[in-house]
């Protein structure tokens, strides 16, 4: 997504004030559209500073992003305000260029109610900021010099693929290609993390089949004809080959872009080489057999939206590869209909989600993501609505199936999993201590990333 387009170079200002009320009224001022009343403004102001106190939301320490929905507004806005710098007059040379590398910058995001994509907005600009150099920023005295590196920020960096092998991968895909088509592939899944910044895309001349690109990044992919293909955004796992694989065809089949009859034709190589060397054809009625022959059409619950569960893979993929001080942590997220899943759970402990708003526990707001981390730490799952709002955190599981039956070595956190995803419409993505990621549904396992993956790593 473009995120510059929500951005203007005449809502980037520098700040006159260092105390947030007051910055926040800078940043209103050129944020809300002409005849906002000063009384309307003023409550907007109120609620954003209600809104920090609650949850404070920060980038790399010295990035500020406040946020909220609001009615005064049609379309998503943002505003960017440079805090003035804080020199004391009695400073020494070494405490002033401490303070002029210190300021802090305030993005400013409000977006209309009911905005479905503002939750993805502030996401696609958590990312932006978090590859960026405080350092190179702080570098930056001229205002038109800041509001060109910050408008370079938003329409993102413009690289150009590494030039080394070049020859060697054009040749290595027009040759994925003619294999795609000799043996009637319907796709072609592009592993783009095979290179370390993102490439341009050659644009197939017939529709034999379609180009999916999977990538762990937020990288934009565009034909020469200035059509995008799909992307399907899974995490790579160190540099193991195609480690993405597993989830990114099930995530392609929840969004039925893949079709359970579909051959697939996987091209790339080792996250980050920069050189292509795989091709792997395969069948996915095969790679996913039980699940394909008797559920076919109900991979998703009817209730969850596509990409609540895609991010619910990804926290649980985090948790399984990175995990805490180095370990996995084992959990469970179960996704689905919440009328039918609460007979079947109670409270291990006091709900730490309870009495938020929704837009500020849902697992696709980029600030919640730490928080599910930390508190996948205590023992229970984690509900959470189809919509992405997370109800409960350490809730115990109480349905039971005696009809399940598991395979060897999975525990009772498993057989919880398989139980709740058999009794209810609903979806459990269940992290093992091991760090094996497993999705349960209708007491079907899905093994999205086994223990031998995630221990390379």
Same mark, same amino acid.
């Given at each position: 997504?473009?995120?510059?387009?929500?951005?203007?170079?005449?809502?980037?200002?520098?700040?006159?004030?260092?105390?947030?009320?007051?910055?926040?009224?800078?940043?209103?001022?050129?944020?809300?559209?002409?005849?906002?009343?000063?009384?309307?403004?003023?409550?907007? !102001?109120?609620?954003?500073?209600?809104?920090?106190?609650?949850?404070?939301?920060?980038?790399?320490?010295?990035?500020?992003?406040?946020?909220?929905?609001?009615?005064?507004?049609?379309?998503?806005?943002?505003?960017?305000?440079?805090?003035?710098?804080?020199?004391?007059?009695?400073?020494?040379?070494?405490?002033?260029?401490?303070?002029?590398?210190?300021?802090?910058?305030?993005?400013?995001?409000?977006?209309?109610?009911?905005?479905?994509?503002?939750?993805?907005?502030?996401?696609?600009?958590?990312?932006?900021?978090?590859?960026?150099?405080?350092?190179?920023?702080?570098?930056?005295?001229?205002?038109?010099?800041?509001?060109?590196?910050?408008? $370079?920020?938003?329409?993102?960096?413009?690289?150009?693929?590494? !030039?080394?092998?070049?020859?060697?991968?054009?040749?290595?895909? $027009?040759?994925?290609?003619?294999?795609?088509?000799?043996?009637?592939?319907?796709?072609?899944?592009?592993?783009?993390?095979?290179?370390?910044?993102?490439?341009?895309?050659?644009?197939?001349?017939?529709?034999?089949?379609?180009?999916?690109?999977?990538?762990?990044?937020?990288?934009?992919?565009?034909?020469?004809?200035?059509?995008?293909?799909?992307?399907?955004?899974?995490?790579?796992?160190?540099?193991?080959?195609?480690?993405?694989?597993?989830?990114?065809?099930?995530?392609?089949?929840?969004?039925?872009?893949?079709?359970?009859?579909?051959?697939?034709?996987?091209?790339?190589?080792?996250?980050?080489?920069?050189?292509?060397?795989?091709?792997?054809?395969?069948?996915?009625?095969?790679?996913?057999?039980?699940?394909?022959?008797?559920?076919?059409?109900?991979?998703?619950?009817?209730?969850?939206?596509?990409?609540?569960?895609?991010?619910?893979?990804?926290?649980?993929?985090?948790?399984?590869?990175?995990?805490?001080?180095?370990?996995?942590?084992?959990?469970?997220?179960?996704?689905?209909?919440?009328?039918?899943?609460?007979?079947?759970?109670?409270?291990?402990?006091?709900?730490?989600?309870?009495?938020?708003?929704?837009?500020?526990?849902?697992?696709?707001?980029?600030?919640?993501?730490?928080?599910?981390?930390?508190?996948?730490?205590?023992?229970?799952?984690?509900?959470?609505?189809?919509?992405?709002?997370?109800?409960?955190?350490?809730?115990?599981?109480?349905?039971?199936?005696?009809?399940?039956?598991?395979?060897?070595?999975?525990?009772?956190?498993?057989?919880?999993?398989?139980?709740?995803?058999?009794?209810?419409?609903?979806?459990?993505?269940?992290?093992?201590?091991?760090?094996?990621?497993?999705?349960? !549904? !209708?007491?079907?396992?899905?093994?999205?990333?086994?223990?031998?993956?995630?221990?390379?790593?």
């Amino acid at each position: 997504m473009r995120i510059d387009r929500f951005l203007s170079k005449n809502r980037i200002l520098d700040l006159t004030s260092r105390e947030l009320p007051a910055a926040l009224d800078e940043l209103l001022a050129v944020a809300l559209p002409a005849g906002t009343s000063a009384a309307e403004r003023n409550r907007l !102001r109120v609620e954003l500073i209600a809104r920090e106190a609650q949850m404070q939301k920060r980038v790399a320490d010295w990035a500020s992003l406040p946020s909220i929905c609001t009615p005064l507004v049609k379309n998503t806005v943002i505003a960017v305000g440079r805090l003035p710098k804080r020199v004391p007059a009695d400073a020494d040379a070494q405490e002033k260029d401490a303070a002029s590398s210190g300021f802090r910058v305030i993005f400013l995001v409000l977006a209309p109610k009911q905005g479905r994509s503002y939750l993805t907005i502030l996401s696609e600009l958590v990312h932006a900021l978090e590859d960026e150099d405080e350092k190179a920023l702080a570098c930056v005295e001229d205002l038109a010099e800041f509001r060109r590196v910050i408008m $370079k920020i938003f329409r993102g960096a413009e690289r150009t693929a590494p !030039r080394q092998d070049t020859r060697w991968n054009r040749q290595f895909a $027009k040759t994925a290609a003619r294999l795609a088509r000799a043996t009637h592939c319907q796709v072609l899944l592009f592993f783009a993390d095979t290179f370390s910044v993102p490439v341009s895309l050659s644009e197939q001349t017939d529709t034999s089949f379609r180009t999916i690109v999977v990538s762990g990044g937020n990288a934009e992919y565009v034909f020469p004809s200035g059509k995008k293909p799909e992307v399907i955004n899974v995490s790579s796992f160190g540099t193991h080959r195609m480690s993405q694989l597993r989830a990114a065809l099930f995530v392609g089949l929840m969004r039925e872009s893949i079709k359970p009859t579909d051959r697939v034709c996987c091209l790339g190589g080792g996250d980050g080489s920069d050189k292509l060397d795989s091709l792997i054809v395969i069948e996915v009625a095969q790679e996913f057999p039980s699940m394909m022959v008797k559920h076919t059409n109900t991979l998703l619950p009817s209730h969850v939206r596509p990409e609540v569960l895609e991010r619910a893979i990804g926290i649980a993929t985090d948790l399984a590869v990175e995990g805490r001080e180095g370990k996995p942590v084992g959990t469970i997220l179960v996704l689905g209909d919440l009328d039918k899943i609460k007979p079947f759970m109670e409270q291990l402990v006091m709900n730490p989600f309870s009495g938020y708003r929704e837009e500020d526990r849902s697992i696709l707001n980029p600030f919640i993501e730490e928080t599910i981390k930390e508190w996948a730490l205590i023992d229970g799952a984690f509900v959470i609505d189809g919509n992405g709002t997370v109800y409960s955190a350490g809730s115990r599981l109480t349905a039971v199936d005696s009809q399940l039956s598991l395979q060897s070595g999975l525990g009772t956190r498993h057989a919880a999993a398989a139980a709740i995803s058999s009794v209810t419409d609903c979806a459990a993505v269940c992290v093992s201590s091991s760090g094996q990621v497993t999705l349960f !549904r !209708r007491g079907e396992a899905v093994v999205l990333l086994d223990r031998s993956v995630s221990r390379t790593v």
